[in-house]
């Protein structure tokens, strides 16, 4: 049973527009959630990290936030550019450690169009 | 420059033929991961090292085996390959312990006719 779940699967936005990308997980215990980018045919580039309960980051145009309770976390992508087209990737991650396992979204495939 | 480098990057193989793909990181990272990743899933483990000849099976293990002789490099290998093995394959490599960060190679793109 896939236990992170990523909406929406696809969005399209207009370039200079603002979006938010949705991760639920069922992961126990979840020691943290980390969001990553994957441009076509790359590797997975890290955008940020969220480790304590209701915790909120920030990465340039970047935020997200983390409710430990909900198992919810959300990004935000702010004034999107053409470059911001890429899969966003949710990562749970059960320890802090190579102990642990990663759990991954599918990924939420993000198109920005002129 | 923190860097994963896998070879090949792309790769079309008949069913039946032997598959070997490399890993390699300069970070001196202990641990390193064999993912597979297929559309709307998910990245799959397939095998995990915790250092020189330390390997476990990861969630997916069966149809693969690895190698690692030492700490920089990481090598899966498919005897035999199968059509349900096409696939991305991505490797990853982290610290042990804290900072807990796995760093992604580019990923390798293998097709089996």
């Known amino acids: 049973k896939t236990q992170v779940e990523q909406s929406p699967q696809s969005l399209v936005v207009r370039q200079g527009e603002n979006c938010v990308l949705q991760?639920?997980?069922?992961?126990?215990?979840?020691?943290?959630l980390r969001w990553f980018k994957q441009d076509t045919g790359k590797g997975l580039v890290s955008l940020t990290v969220?480790?304590?309960?209701?915790d909120k980051t920030s990465n340039g145009r970047y935020s997200a936030t983390l409710d430990k309770d909900a198992k919810h976390s959300t990004l935000h992508i702010t004034a999107t550019l053409l470059d911001d087209t890429a899969t966003y990737i949710c990562v749970v991650g059960d320890r802090g450690s190579a102990l642990g396992r990663l759990h991954f979204g599918a990924g939420t495939q993000l198109i920005v169009i002129p | 420059d923190m860097k994963v480098t896998q070879m090949p990057r792309y790769l079309i193989k008949r069913m039946g033929e032997n598959v070997l793909l490399e890993c390699g990181q300069d970070?001196?990272?202990?641990?390193m991961y064999w993912y597979r990743q297929d559309p709307g899933l998910g990245l799959q483990l397939i095998y995990i090292s915790y250092d020189v000849d330390s390997n476990s099976e990861g969630d997916i293990p069966k149809g693969y085996r690895v190698s690692r002789k030492k700490r920089e490099h990481f090598s899966l290998i498919l005897d035999s390959a199968k059509t349900n093995q096409t696939s991305v394959y991505f490797c990853a490599s982290s610290f042990h312990r804290g900072p807990y960060e796995q760093y992604f190679g580019p990923g390798t793109r293998l097709t089996v006719l």
């Open positions: 991760c639920n997980y069922s992961v126990t215990p979840d020691n943290h």
């Open positions: 969220l480790v304590h309960e209701n």
């Open positions: 970070m001196s990272h202990e641990t």
